[in-house]
């Protein structure tokens, strides 16, 4: 059972450059998060999806784009990386009250 | 919006120094409360959570925490911490009211621990 699987762990980016982030869960959850986290602002939440095919805008969404085509994929978008999103991503699942969090994606983008 | 606060952004102690973070959220409504642990270079952990019930709260390596309704708070404590417990520690808030299951993370507290 692997849990919640993003890769890659580490990218730079240049400024202008797309890339996805990927996430994958294998324990059948429902709900999806991303997040991203900056030294002394904690995480903050990108984007969710609560089932397939159902996406929903969190509380600092401009810049990406999410899909979720299937259970267990909620890939992350990035169209045109700027500096500010140099951060570290975290992909969440959750069930029922218990929620399973990735090792993250550490993006720099120069 | 939900917002949560932790009061302290670095602390430091000795090894054996009783430990009190602080974190305040603003929701009227029923609320879940968390707190996270991550340690360098980690992700996020679980160290205990609160639904409902006797507030509270114990968790794993020792930690625990007590629910403050009146308060709105949610500190964690614990007694006594150990060069281990270096690590940055984030309180975290679910609306219990609807079913999206969004966490509404505070700003987080380094903590280091000195041996």
């Known amino acids: 059972n692997a849990g919640v699987t993003q890769t890659p762990k580490f990218r730079i980016l240049k400024i202008g450059q797309s890339m996805t982030l990927q996430c994958t869960q294998d324990?059948?959850?429902?709900?999806m998060y991303w997040y991203r986290q900056d030294p002394g602002m904690g995480l903050k939440l990108i984007y969710y999806?609560?089932?397939?095919?159902?996406?929903d805008k969190g509380e600092v969404p401009n810049g990406y784009n999410v899909s979720r085509s299937t259970t267990e994929d909620f890939p992350l978008r990035l169209e045109l990386a700027a500096p500010s999103q140099t951060s570290v991503y975290f992909c969440?699942?959750?069930?029922?009250?218990?929620?399973?969090f990735g090792s993250g994606t550490r993006l720099t983008v120069v | 919006a939900q917002s949560v606060s932790q009061h302290n952004h670095h602390v430091i102690l000795s090894e054996a120094a009783s430990l009190e973070l602080g974190c305040n959220y603003s929701?009227?409504?029923?609320?879940?409360l968390f707190w996270y642990v991550q340690y360098p270079g980690q992700h996020l952990q679980l160290l205990l959570k609160?639904?409902?019930?006797?507030?509270l709260v114990k968790g794993i390596k020792g930690f625990e925490a007590e629910f403050i309704k009146s308060k709105f708070s949610f500190n964690l404590r614990k007694p006594s911490v150990q060069w281990s417990d270096t690590a940055e520690y984030f309180c975290?808030?679910?609306?219990?009211?609807?079913?999206?299951?969004?966490?509404?993370f505070g700003q987080g507290t380094t903590l280091q621990v000195k041996p």
């Open positions: 969440a699942s959750r069930r029922e009250s218990g929620y399973t």
């Open positions: 324990m059948n959850h429902n709900y």
């Open positions: 999806s609560v089932g397939a095919g159902i996406t």
């Open positions: 929701y009227g409504g029923t609320v879940n």
């Open positions: 609160y639904f409902s019930g006797d507030p």
């Open positions: 975290a808030v679910r609306s219990g009211s609807g079913n999206t299951g969004k966490l509404i």
